[in-house]
């Protein structure tokens, strides 16, 4: 099984709401990635976890925050967002170690802010 | 410069050409090399990918690496509609989990 799931699908939220965004994945992997891509750009590395421990932030504002509570699940919690935050949001897993540029991606979470 | 440059298209063709997506990169310290297909409003597929020098091939696919002119390319042969995707290259400098830097992307469209 090589499938990375990501919920919900969509999402819509106002500047003041508080969401988050959930992914799954059970191969196995021990590295978890949160990527972010606008409509016809590349995918932009926002986090990177490895057992459980937060091992890269790109640098991203403090109102995206994620949480990595076990080997399997990887959030991404939203607050006080602004419009220009707009875009697919991609969680990706991979293997910590050895194979690690073989990254898996889920179907992201096409998230609009209004 | 952009540590990785790839020519966005569109790239058009029809059913059954030989289809060539490249990349050139800046940064030698590069080791892994992927191709990546992302379809509209899907997140991306790993399609191949190759370590250091030389040719891999899957399928109807095969992927080249030449480091000394840091060009990587992807070939597609009998190109079908299915195939219609954005092509990402993506780099790596070590095996372990870290960052892939991405190429722009070349929009694929293959008709009948």
């Known amino acids: 099984d090589t499938e990375v799931t990501q919920t919900p699908k969509h999402l819509v939220m106002g500047m003041t709401n508080k969401k988050s965004l959930k992914c799954e994945q059970h191969?196995?992997?021990?590295?978890m990635y949160w990527y972010k891509q606008k409509a016809k750009k590349p995918p932009e590395l926002m986090f990177v976890?490895?057992?459980?421990?937060?091992?890269i932030n790109e640098s991203v504002p403090s109102r995206f925050s994620p949480e990595c509570p076990n080997s399997s699940l990887l959030n991404l919690h939203l607050h006080a967002l602004q419009p220009e935050d707009s875009a697919l949001y991609l969680c990706?897993?991979?293997?910590?170690?050895?194979?690690?540029?073989?990254?898996?991606f889920g179907p992201g979470t096409r998230l609009t802010v209004t | 410069q952009k540590e990785v440059e790839q020519d966005p298209g569109p790239l058009s063709v029809p059913e059954g050409a030989i289809v060539s997506l490249n990349c050139t990169y800046s940064?030698?310290?590069?080791?892994?090399f992927m191709w990546y297909r992302q379809y509209s409003r899907k997140g991306p597929e790993l399609l191949m990918y190759?370590?250091?020098?030389g040719n891999k091939e899957d399928g109807r696919f095969t992927a080249q690496v030449d480091k000394s002119s840091k060009y990587i390319s992807l070939f597609i042969r009998d190109s079908q509609p299915s195939d219609s995707a954005t092509y990402l290259c993506?780099?790596?400098?070590?095996?372990?989990?870290?960052?892939?830097?991405f190429g722009a992307g070349t929009r694929l469209a293959v008709h009948p």
């Open positions: 993506a780099m790596s400098l070590s095996g372990g989990y870290n960052k892939l830097i």
């Open positions: 976890y490895s057992y459980e421990k937060l091992s």
């Open positions: 940064n030698s310290a590069f080791q892994y």
């Open positions: 190759t370590y250091s020098s």
């Open positions: 191969m196995g992997h021990r590295a």
């Open positions: 990706a897993s991979s293997q910590a170690s050895g194979r690690g540029y073989e990254q898996y």
